[in-house]
């Protein structure tokens, strides 16, 4: 049976419409194989795949080599791929300003309120990942003035918040790790900067 299935029926999957070529090689690993190792098999499985009109003259007449076609039709798709635009959401609190929104699937967002202190204890911002589905709170000693822009980056893994005083003003900027492995907001190295007031 193996050798007959190398000669007949080998020539007659040439023949197959691209979906049942699908089908054949779900079902038998044989012609699995068969497809598999052959290049010109799986040009139309591939084109009816990516939804890309079949043109029989150029298959047939072409001068490129089904090899190369196929080489070519799978660079070019995994080129579209990595260019096409990636839809993702997020599930975030009916609160939340958003800060920053990252590539690397980070939204970064603080409370639409003046945060509530709670024992010394104040929540300057929230990181968002996977797709919204984990959060967590960073947290600061001092009160966060939330009036103006907080300057903050993933890439650096920085946030410059700015502290209020008890007059409402903003005079110091704090610099500080975005990512932290606890709650807490540890500083840089270079620590605060107070401005003249």
């Known amino acids: 049976m193996s050798r007959d299935f190398e000669t007949v029926p080998g020539c007659t999957l040439a023949f197959l419409d691209p979906l049942t070529l699908l089908h054949c090689s779900s079902v038998c690993k044989q012609i699995n194989n068969r497809i598999v190792n052959s290049s010109s098999l799986q040009l139309r499985p591939r084109k009816y795949l990516y939804q890309i ?3 029989e003259e150029d298959d047939h007449n072409s001068t490129i080599n089904a090899e190369e076609r196929l080489k070519k039709l799978i660079q070019t798709q995994y080129k ?3 260019l096409r635009a990636k839809h993702t959401t997020f599930n975030l609190p009916n609160n939340g300003i958003i800060m920053l929104a990252a590539a690397r699937g980070y939204i970064v967002t603080r409370q639409g309120s003046a945060p509530q202190a709670g ?3 104040w929540e300057l911002c ?3 990942s996977d797709n919204g589905r984990n959060s967590k ?3 600061v000693p001092f009160k966060p003035f939330m ?3 907080t300057p903050i980056s993933i890439e650096y893994d ?3 918040p700015r502290e209020e005083d008890a007059n409402g003003n903003a005079t110091k900027l704090h610099i500080l790790h975005l990512f932290n492995n606890g709650q807490w907001a540890t ?3 270079v620590g605060s900067l107070t401005f003249p007031g």
């Open 53 to 55: 009109q079949d043109n």
């Open 80 to 82: 579209i791929s990595n």
């Open 119 to 121: 024992h010394e204890k």
């Open 126 to 128: 929230k990181i968002w």
């Open 137 to 139: 709170a960073i947290y």
């Open 147 to 149: 009036y103006t822009d």
């Open 158 to 160: 920085v946030i410059m």
């Open 187 to 189: 500083p840089y190295e």
